[in-house]
DNA sequence: GCAAGATATCGACCGTCATCGATATCCGGA
DNA sequence: TCCGGATATCGATGACGGTCGATATCTTGC
């Protein structure tokens, strides 16, 4: 229960990071292939700190990771970080109760 | 490419939905079994208002429905909904490049 | 129909966050 | 060390959305 609670409370940080259409956007880009800030800025078509911003944050979340290389910073997906937060939906799926109609008397 | 797209325009509100600490409780909080408004009400302790405004929310994104008995409305959760998601995320962590070294060459 | 309980809707307030422009920082080449 | 390009940070602004109180709607029992 405790230990649920905690793996919840560190998982929303990536749904939230997911719910924006500008991040979601770029997730789907680097699902393709790991690009830098201005490939992204280029594909999405808005300004470059904008796109930093959202990168912080999908860094942040653990969704996305960073790597220098001579003047400019690649990034690439963390699949791992997808991957745990695809199990724990499934999980909440099949916990989901199959007989509808079960039902806690009210009140 | 138009069909992800779309079907990207689908989940987003499913992943908004999911994005809001009170709602990823309530969710948590029907995984195990359907409740009415008042049950929800007393688990979360938060004002019956805001849990019906919740819900319609979720209810909106497709992640939950409800169904009228007497006096209470019991909502339940749609595991479907949780599924396509899960595999949403699954896809695009199973296409993420796994070679690092691959780089588009840049500006 | 009327009253009481359960839920939904409405309006207002307020904090958070996405966006933008300007600027700072970092890196590599000369 | 100086310069130019790439990226990150900062401050301000505006809008979206979560919250709350009041109230409307719906259902059931009398």
Do not use: N
């Given at each position: 229960?405790?230990?649920?609670?905690?793996?919840?409370?560190?998982?929303?940080?990536?749904?939230?990071?997911?719910?924006?259409?500008?991040?979601?956007?770029?997730?789907?880009?680097?699902?393709?292939?790991?690009l830098c800030v201005c490939h992204l800025t280029?594909?999405?078509?808005?300004?470059q700190?904008?796109v930093s911003?959202?990168l912080?944050?999908?860094?942040?979340?653990?969704?996305?990771?960073s790597?220098?290389?001579?003047?400019w910073t690649y990034y690439?997906?963390?699949?791992?970080?997808?991957?745990?937060?695809?199990?724990?939906?499934?999980?909440?799926?099949?916990?989901?109760?199959?007989?509808?109609?079960?039902?806690?008397?009210?009140?």
């Open positions: 229960m405790v230990a649920d609670l905690v793996a919840e409370a560190e998982l929303t940080p990536a749904v939230r990071a997911l719910a924006d259409p500008l991040r979601a956007r770029i997730v789907e880009l680097l699902a393709t292939e790991q280029e594909e999405l078509a808005v300004a700190p904008l911003h959202h912080k944050v999908l860094r942040e979340a653990g969704l996305v990771e790597d220098r290389w001579r003047y690439r997906l963390r699949p791992d970080a997808l991957l745990t937060l695809a199990d724990r939906l499934e999980r909440l799926a099949a916990s989901a109760p199959t007989d509808t109609c079960e039902r806690r008397p009210c009140c």
